[in-house]
């Protein structure tokens, strides 16, 4: 024991603790990889054709499941010229109305169940390999600790999806 009752370099120690997990929540609420992954979300819109009859003016971006890239896509501030809603789903279906789909997983509704809902529909979905090894037409991976994607340019397609070639060129990998 040191002078006034306390144990040596508990204080030190208690504090190192203390910042570390404290460093480790804060890591937790929002990574760097969380944002970039955000943004671009906002802006994949841009670059796919839609059928005339989905078309609306301020794409709806929907997010299913718990996942930080949410608040950061939230966070986000659309511009004049690309307006943009993101909503937070508990669960969707084909009446959803989303044009773009992030799937996250947790919570009720499996990030499989999700893309099997819109399967076939005018929405772009979109999957993180952190949360799922289900694949929606675009599917986040990390490598060297930076973000990358893969598209699944038939899978868009087949929903009546058009992918731009320079969205495909910045592609790791595309499934054609």
């Keep these: 024991m040191t002078g006034a009752g306390r144990p040596a370099g508990g204080w030190p120690l208690a504090a190192l603790a203390v910042a570390l997990g404290v460093a480790a929540r804060a890591r937790a609420v929002t990574a760097p990889d969380d944002a970039v992954k955000a943004a671009f979300v906002a802006k994949f819109g841009a670059f796919v054709q839609w059928p005339r009859a989905a ?28 307006p943009v809603e993101v909503r937070r789903l508990a669960a969707v279906d084909a009446r959803s109305r989303c044009d773009l789909l992030y799937a996250a997983g947790g919570g009720r509704q499996p990030v499989s169940e999700a893309l099997a809902a819109v399967a076939g529909r005018p929405v772009l979905t979109v999957t ?49």
């Design 55 to 82: 078309a609306r003016p301020a794409p709806t971006i929907c997010v299913v499941g718990d996942d930080p890239v949410a608040a950061d896509l939230e966070r986000l501030k659309p511009s004049p010229a690309a």
């Design 128 to 176: 993180d390999a952190r949360r799922s090894g289900a694949r929606g037409m675009i599917h986040f991976v990390v490598r060297q600790d930076r973000v990358r994607f893969i598209i699944d340019a038939q899978q868009a397609e087949r929903s009546g999806l058009q992918i731009s070639a320079k969205l495909l060129a910045l592609a790791e990998s595309v499934k054609r």
